[in-house]
């Protein structure tokens, strides 16, 4: 399955702390992307980074892909207590036939003020 | 607000029956997906339109269906439903024709329960 598999599981931290979460997949992908869900909610995408980069970055959010690894991780800085929500990694790829967008299961994400 | 209404909102109905889900994309994007949140199963894609035809399949099961219309709505048919069919059911949309080349603006999502 090319579904990305998130680590950690779930995670909390104190209010300006920063948050790093994990994105593993297992085939090659087009782009990888980010999503936000807060409680119940429709998800909302974040950011997206293609095959061929490295590195971006979105205000507060910076995003690495290592293709070789096939890993991404998201970086949360100076976090806030309106971050807590859950955080998807997307992977966009060629699946029996056709691109299609995965997601894995997600890190619950608690920022304590 | 991404601009994809989805209705309705909240349904509960009895196995065996059989409802239907509609959605609205956003003003302009050609391509309709459909998503099944579960807590045990994550977030699984079933199927995605673009301007009215079957663009790429997922984990849909055989008793659900879906379409999309010339007025680019689309709805997801699920019959004969199961206890286990309870989920959030998103629909999302895009501009490309190729799933997930973009970014994907979700609807508020449907809440099923069956019981």
């Known amino acids: 399955s090319q579904q990305g598999e998130e680590d950690p599981q779930a995670l909390s931290i104190q209010e300006g702390e920063n948050a790093t979460m994990n994105c593993s997949y297992k085939t090659s992908i087009n782009n990888l992307q980010w999503y936000r869900q807060n409680s119940g909610r429709g998800l909302v995408h974040l950011i997206l980074?293609?095959?061929?980069?490295r590195e971006k970055h979105s205000g507060r959010l910076r995003v690495t892909l290592d293709t070789s690894k096939k890993s991404s991780s998201l970086l949360i800085t100076a976090s806030r207590a309106a971050d807590t929500a859950s955080y998807f990694c997307?992977?966009?790829?060629?699946?029996?036939?056709?691109?299609?967008?995965?997601f894995g299961q997600g890190t619950r994400l608690t920022i304590n003020p | 607000d991404s601009g994809v209404t989805q209705t309705p909102k909240h349904l509960i109905t009895a196995t065996g029956q059989r409802v239907t889900l509609r959605c609205s994309p956003r003003?302009?994007?050609?391509?309709v997906y459909w998503y099944q949140q579960s807590l045990d199963q994550g977030l699984q894609f079933l199927i995605q339109?673009?301007?009215?035809?079957?663009?790429a399949k997922g984990n849909i099961l055989e008793r659900f269906s879906a379409q999309q219309f010339p007025d680019l709505h689309s709805e997801l048919n699920l019959s004969s439903l199961e206890l286990g069919d309870s989920a959030l059911y998103f629909c999302?949309?895009?501009?490309?024709?190729?799933?997930?080349?973009?970014?994907?603006?979700f609807g508020e999502g449907s809440r099923l329960t069956v019981l």
């Open positions: 003003s302009g994007d050609l391509s």
């Open positions: 999302a949309s895009s501009v490309e024709p190729a799933g997930g080349a973009g970014e994907l603006f």
């Open positions: 980074i293609r095959s061929n980069e």
């Open positions: 997307a992977t966009a790829g060629f699946i029996q036939g056709a691109q299609k967008l995965v």
């Open positions: 339109y673009y301007n009215g035809e079957e663009r």
